[in-house]
């Protein structure tokens, strides 16, 4: 299967007053056509703005180096009206509020219509029948109905499901999707992820999921990223990171999520806050929360690197199985 989009030593940085904060470091990851890939961790440990320099969404005092490439085609560093020849027809994001997102003043139809008229060249009425097969396509009961109305006046399931349809509308190659479950209600949860699925599998898009929460990751997608401090410290089949994590972190974050199967399991929250990143420790940046960790995670960062089979990659010293060493202490 051939990769729609290739990371190499991306870098995004901020400037401050008087130093330079670095909010990603050294990513390197590849993404097929048709798979989901989920993006997992913290808040602050990098997630959003990986994506968002590559869309050329950075704050004013953001930097990205490195390469993001799209085919043949280079994002990072491309002048931003070069990029909106891609933005919103190979590439889309959905965001993670969908009322900001959305322009307040202006009826769905119109919001929606213009994608097609801008990327596609649709006349209005064209565009017009066109998004309103794509509300219906989404889920959207009454699509005409809904098409006439503004953001306010529609739940927040139906704004994330017109944003999903404004993704759409153009066929994108590879869809990132900003923590699209966030502030919704299980219901509507599991509703968007059967959405997911299905979008995937008939569009062949590739579909990246930046979320903290793992019970989304694991009905949705083929392969998982966890980050922490700015770097991924873990990579893999989802099923793989799920049943054998080999990196603490990634340990940490199933520990702390519920599992229906576990009710009377209790939970092990991360002890400790995630690190600045102004002042990452010496050596590995989980170090100081790590219950596996020995003398060289004080001295060295370790590398990301391929160990064992199936594309598996993590970034710690530490050699055991970590999930059977859990259970047996």
Do not use: W
């Not at 989009?5 to 995004?12: K, Q, Y």
């Not at 027809?89 to 900001?100: G, R, V």
């Not at 060295?300 to 530490?318: Q, T, V």
Request: with cysteine; net charge neutral; charged share 25%.
């Amino acid at each position: 299967m051939e990769n729609v989009l290739e990371i190499s030593d991306l870098n995004v940085s901020f400037a401050l007053h008087n130093s330079e904060v670095h909010a990603v470091r050294d990513l390197n990851f590849s993404l097929r056509a048709g798979e989901t890939l989920a993006v997992v961790g913290e808040s602050g440990s990098g997630k959003s703005q990986s994506f968002l320099s590559i869309m050329g969404l950075l704050a004013r005092n953001g930097r990205a180096t490195g390469s993001a490439k799209m085919g043949d085609v280079e994002l990072v560093g491309m002048p931003p009206r070069q990029l909106d020849k891609y933005r919103g027809k190979d590439i889309a994001m959905i965001f993670q509020d969908p009322m900001t997102s959305l322009n307040p003043s202006l009826k769905i139809k119109r919001q929606l219509s213009e994608v097609l008229v801008k990327h596609q060249n649709y006349d209005e009425k064209k565009a017009l029948k066109e998004a309103i097969e794509m509300l219906e396509r989404v889920g959207i009961p009454s699509p005409e109905r809904r098409a006439n109305a503004y953001p306010h006046e529609l739940s927040g399931g139906m704004r994330q499901r017109v944003m999903i349809a404004m993704a759409l509308l153009c066929r994108p190659k590879i869809l990132i999707a900003d923590e699209p479950t966030t502030a919704l209600d299980v219901t509507v949860q599991a509703q968007m992820l059967d959405l997911f699925r299905s979008l995937t599998k008939d569009f062949g898009t590739a579909l990246v999921m930046i979320t903290h929460n793992l019970g989304v990751v694991a009905g949705v997608a083929d392969r998982m990223m966890v980050m922490y401090g700015g770097r991924a410290v873990e990579t893999g089949h989802v099923d793989d990171l799920f049943y054998d994590p080999r990196h603490p972190y990634t340990l940490g974050l199933l520990s702390s999520t519920p599992n229906p199967a576990e009710r009377a399991k209790r939970l092990t929250p991360i002890e400790g806050l995630p690190p600045s990143l102004e002042h990452l420790p010496k050596g590995c940046a989980f170090n100081p929360r790590c219950k596996f960790r020995f003398e060289k995670c004080f001295e060295e960062r370790p590398p990301l690197e391929p160990f064992g089979e199936a594309e598996r990659k993590k970034a710690c010293f530490y050699e055991g199985q970590l999930l059977a060493e859990e259970r047996s202490a």
